[in-house]
């Protein structure tokens, strides 16, 4: 892939190092012939040394840089529990990715139950463009990629995958040769089944053998190997998988790949540019200043302060996490050295969300009634990135472009100053997209009032945040960090 202004915002979200993607039906990987951190990637020498620029070049540069250094130490030293000096960073800005087959997903088994017969992905080299190629065996089914084991933490215990480690991108496993062979072939071209005369037939087609799917409503936990293909008519009864062993720091989940098997770790930081004579900014504003007062408290939400405008964004993924968002492992691109990240700065727009300091104020009275073991800068910084994702969830439904085309970041900015919340368009120069929102007044309201009610959780109730409420696609965050209850005790938002 070769990158245009408007794909670096793409691939930042979906096309980083290690990221997984679909073409044609089969899954591969951002990666690269080189060892380093950042495989896969081409930099723009000329944008790289533009960004490189803006952000030592002047106020607002340093300013930005200056925070997301800041954020990405805070979530390392979360993360794996002590401090990673960032104080160096090169923001590299991608012309091309190789998107290339990764061997730990080089394995497929035919769908069909009577069949299942595993096979090597590389073995057919030129697929059909509408699929993956046949099986083997019964030349008629179609065939999809086997599960992979991926890795999930043992308990609290930090993940293996250290900063800048190119072998933690391969902490994915395929099923393994002593899974694939007919599980009663035994080394010496021993045979142990029972009923055989202790030798195996040596010209079995690579001496493969079968995954069965016992039960569709369970796909991969059900899954049983087998081998029905004997060429000796010898009985081969489905049997359980065997699990990899775990290591020090890792268990292995067995699930089947996919683009969302991997998500980004991203942080971002963004400054206000006031432009006079803005007629764009100026009709959205005019068209806002009835709405905020319906909607938002004017004791915690600085009303005239809040106001929609012109953004300088700097943007930054710097690894990712494989698994889900609790017991998932994450990676960095980060060496400690070059500390080479990928990301890019935008000129676009969005809201600015002012908060007066009566925010911390009670933050802090939540936390003695509620939370009082907590620290007041953690629910700090979880109510500003849950009130971020209540300004971001709906974005997509109340205009129809996709929710990678909507992001946000958000500053803590001490109890005699308040915080500020910024959601905005990802594309370069802005798409629109909150100035439509924001324009129509009786859509803002609306989408405003549905916020409120979702932060009751009417569907799943669930203990803080779910995908019924909160949680959005492409946060940086993996949806961690999220708290409903609190930003309903903030009573932030009226509502009916």
Not at 281 to 308: C, G, H, P, T, W
Request: aromatic share 8%; proline share 6%.
């Amino acid at each position: 892939m070769t990158t245009t202004n408007k794909s670096v915002g793409y691939a930042l979200r979906s096309l980083y190092p290690g990221a997984f993607a679909s073409y044609r039906g089969v899954i591969f990987r951002v990666t690269g012939p080189s060892q380093g951190p950042l495989a896969g990637i081409t930099a723009d020498m000329s944008e790289t040394m533009k960004v490189f620029e803006s952000l030592r070049g002047d106020e607002d540069g340093k300013k930005l840089y200056d925070k997301v250094s800041k954020k990405l130490e805070s979530h390392i030293k979360e993360e794996v529990g002590r401090s990673i000096p960032v104080k160096v960073l090169h923001v590299v800005v991608p012309e091309k990715i190789d998107l290339r087959f990764d061997e730990s997903l080089d394995m497929i088994y035919c769908s069909d139950s009577a069949c299942g017969t595993l096979d090597k992905l590389s073995y057919n080299k030129f697929p059909p463009k509408d699929r993956m190629p046949g099986c083997r065996k019964c030349h008629q089914s179609r065939v999809q990629q086997a599960p992979v084991w991926i890795p999930q933490k043992l308990g609290n215990k930090q993940g293996q995958a250290l900063l800048g480690d190119p072998a933690a991108q391969g902490i994915i496993r395929n099923m393994g040769v002593h899974q694939i062979f007919c599980y009663f072939s035994k080394p010496g071209n021993k045979c142990s089944h029972p009923q055989g005369d202790g030798k195996c037939v040596l010209d079995f087609v690579s001496k493969l053998g079968s995954l069965k799917m016992t039960d569709p409503q369970r796909p991969v936990d059900s899954l049983r190997k087998y081998n029905p293909h004997c060429p000796k008519g010898l009985e081969v009864p489905p049997i359980p998988l065997e699990r990899l062993h775990r290591t020090t720091g890792y268990w292995y989940k067995m699930d089947f790949p996919r683009e969302s098997m991997t998500v980004p770790l991203q942080v971002s930081a963004a400054e206000p540019r006031v432009i006079e004579e803005d007629p764009e900014v100026d009709e959205v504003n005019v068209a806002l200043e009835d709405v905020k007062a319906v909607i938002l408290n004017d004791e915690i939400v600085d009303l005239k302060e809040s106001v929609f405008s012109r953004l300088r964004v700097l943007e930054l993924t710097y690894g990712f996490r494989t698994g889900n968002r609790i017991g998932g492992v994450s990676s960095y691109y980060l060496d400690g050295h070059d500390n080479n990240v990928i990301g890019r700065v935008t000129e676009t727009q969005g809201f600015v969300l002012t908060l007066r300091p009566e925010f911390y104020k009670r933050v802090d009275g939540i936390k003695g009634s509620k939370y009082p073991e907590e620290d007041l800068d953690y629910l700090v910084d979880v109510a500003l990135h849950s009130i971020k994702h209540t300004l971001l969830v709906l974005c997509p439904t109340y205009t129809g472009f996709e929710p990678d085309k909507f992001f946000g970041s958000y500053d803590a900015l001490g109890p005699d100053r308040g915080a500020k919340v910024y959601v905005y368009d990802t594309d370069d120069g802005g798409n629109g997209g909150f100035a439509a929102i924001m324009k129509n007044r009786q859509n803002f309201v609306r989408m405003l009032k549905e916020i409120s009610l979702r932060l009751s959780c009417p569907k799943r109730e669930c203990n803080l945040a779910c995908k019924q409420c909160l949680f959005i696609k492409n946060c940086g965050n993996v949806n961690r960090k999220l708290n409903r209850h609190l930003i309903s005790d903030l009573e932030m938002f009226y509502h009916d």
